[in-house]
């Protein structure tokens, strides 16, 4: 039993995960009693996409040792893997009234908030879990993007830049630190962020087509038009490229290449409606 545990735990160490889930599998045929075992294949299985047996071995567990706050919290997480939000912040609950102190339940319940369209809550979730432990970077990420969809730029520039503080390398936190520059009409300080993802990764088309707006905003029409042409030449489907060069092409009151441009954005996404109703315009001018 202990050899089978210990190979789990190596396993595990090393990303092995159908290894462990076969080795606690031999260790639960020995003790199917186990709670500690039940808990850890769940989360294997959890990890493996395989949410079903991961909820299975949670049940089991609960029935097992009804208040184990991380039991509940695991079974949380497999619910949410199952598209379970609903659920999945019952359980979340169940946790926190059983261990309230711990901030990963909060970060996960404030995720699945999110999914369900309810960013409010969802920032109370990730503040509590920021109150109890004030470096999880990851509470931050997500409140930031929870303030976004709140239409409140200032919290979520102040959440990301939290982020880029902790992890000065973090390619996602300088963009979305851009994108709350970009929505408080900082557009030079998105341009510096969108630059910082672009020197870590310059093959990046959706930070080359976010720099290139910013850069139309304050009036550097050229350069836009070349972000969005490199971001073209990377990514040749990409609609929002053509749209905003379509734009930067009317700015230099190129009508013909504008029009070109946004029929080919309306080709990739002929559902967007920014894209229908500038192509019309367009073709009004010609």
Not at 206 to 213: E, F, P
Not at 235 to 240: L, P, S, T
Not at 241 to 261: C, K, P, V
């Amino acid at each position: 039993m202990k050899e089978l545990l210990k190979k789990a735990a190596a396993h595990i160490d090393a990303n092995q995960f159908e290894e462990a889930a076969r080795a606690l599998t031999k260790a639960l045929a020995a003790d199917p009693d186990n709670t500690e075992i039940l808990l850890n294949r769940g989360v294997v299985q959890g990890i493996l996409g395989k949410f079903d047996a991961a909820v299975a071995d949670l049940n089991r567990a609960i029935e097992l040792e009804p208040q184990e706050a991380a039991l509940y919290e695991n079974r949380g997480n497999a619910l949410a893997g199952k598209g379970n939000f609903v659920r999945a912040i019952e359980d979340y609950a169940r946790a926190a009234a059983i261990n309230p102190d711990e901030a990963s339940i909060y970060l996960n319940c404030g995720v699945a908030r999110l999914r369900l369209g309810q960013p409010e809550a969802a920032v109370a979730d990730f503040t509590r879990a920021i109150e109890i432990q004030p470096d999880m970077v990851e509470a931050y990420r997500y409140r930031g993007a929870a303030y976004s969809q709140l239409g409140d730029p200032a919290g979520a520039l102040a959440d990301f830049t939290e982020v880029v503080r902790m992890l000065p390398d973090d390619i996602g936190g300088y963009f979305n630190r851009g994108a709350a520059r970009f929505a408080g009409q900082d557009y030079a300080g998105a341009v510096e962020d969108y630059t910082r993802c672009l020197q870590q990764h310059p093959g990046y088309p959706d930070a080359l087509v976010m720099r290139g707006a910013a850069r139309l905003q304050l009036g550097e029409v050229q350069s836009a038009i070349d972000d969005f042409s490199t971001a073209i030449g990377i990514d040749a489907n990409n609609a929002e490229a053509y749209y905003q060069r379509s734009l930067a092409w009317n700015a230099r009151g190129n009508n013909l290449q504008a029009l070109s441009d946004v029929r080919r954005a309306q080709a990739e996404s002929p559902q967007e409606q920014r894209y229908q109703k500038w192509a019309a315009l367009l073709e009004n001018k010609a």
